[in-house]
């Protein structure tokens, strides 16, 4: 008789218990023989950020990314207007760079054809200014994005960054 018979003889004599506890401790027996190795990652990554938005704008960090294509610096003696249509104010952007982005939304709590700067510091590194103006008529939601070239590389891990528009 084969091995599959004995066991199936083993079974039906009512063995089927002892058998069960010999397969279920060989199975914690080897769980436990096995070898368990740790390994540990550290992950960096920027300390902080802050966003300062005075007089009635309100701001929102779209982060950083990759510029795929480049263009020319919008000019602070124009500046960019909110409008119907959302603007953008960035600096001299080359492509492959990392971009910094910052939505700005107007709000009818800002006085008319008022000008702000848009800065960004980086470790100890300052990008810009960007240059935003109000129209005759603040209307609310209204945004324009700031986004400034900060190079091909962020600053060694950690670092913080602030963004100030006022």
């Given at each position: 008789?084969?091995?599959?018979?004995?066991?199936?003889?083993?079974?039906?004599?009512?063995?089927?218990?002892?058998?069960?506890s010999?397969?279920?401790?060989?199975?914690?027996a080897?769980?436990?023989?096995?070898?368990?190795?740790?390994?540990?990652?550290?992950?960096?990554?920027?300390?902080?950020?802050?966003?300062?938005?005075?007089?009635?704008?309100?701001?929102?960090?779209?982060?950083?990314?990759?510029?795929?294509?480049?263009?020319?610096?919008?000019?602070?003696?124009?500046?960019?207007?909110?409008?119907?249509?959302?603007?953008?104010?960035?600096?001299?952007?080359?492509?492959?760079?990392?971009?910094?982005?910052?939505?700005?939304?107007?709000?009818?709590?800002?006085?008319?054809?008022?000008?702000?700067?848009?800065?960004?510091?980086?470790?100890?590194?300052?990008?810009?200014?960007?240059?935003?103006?109000?129209?005759a008529?603040?209307?609310?939601?209204?945004?324009?994005?700031?986004?400034?070239?900060?190079?091909?590389?962020?600053?060694?891990?950690?670092?913080?960054?602030?963004?100030?528009?006022?």
């Open positions: 008789m084969g091995k599959a018979g004995r066991l199936h003889r083993i079974v039906r004599k009512g063995g089927s218990w002892v058998f069960l010999k397969v279920l401790l060989s199975l914690v080897v769980v436990f023989a096995a070898s368990i190795s740790v390994t540990s990652t550290t992950y960096q990554a920027e300390v902080g950020s802050a966003v300062n938005v005075a007089n009635g704008l309100v701001g929102t960090d779209k982060g950083f990314s990759i510029s795929l294509v480049g263009s020319a610096a919008t000019s602070c003696s124009s500046p960019v207007t909110f409008g119907p249509v959302p603007g953008t104010a960035n600096t001299t952007i080359t492509g492959g760079h990392l971009v910094y982005d910052i939505q700005v939304n107007s709000t009818t709590l800002v006085s008319a054809n008022t000008k702000f700067n848009a800065t960004l510091v980086i470790a100890s590194t300052t990008y810009g200014p960007v240059c935003v103006q109000t129209p008529v603040p209307v609310n939601g209204q945004t324009i994005d700031c986004k400034f070239d900060v190079g091909t590389a962020l600053p060694a891990s950690p670092y913080s960054f602030k963004v100030t528009v006022q």
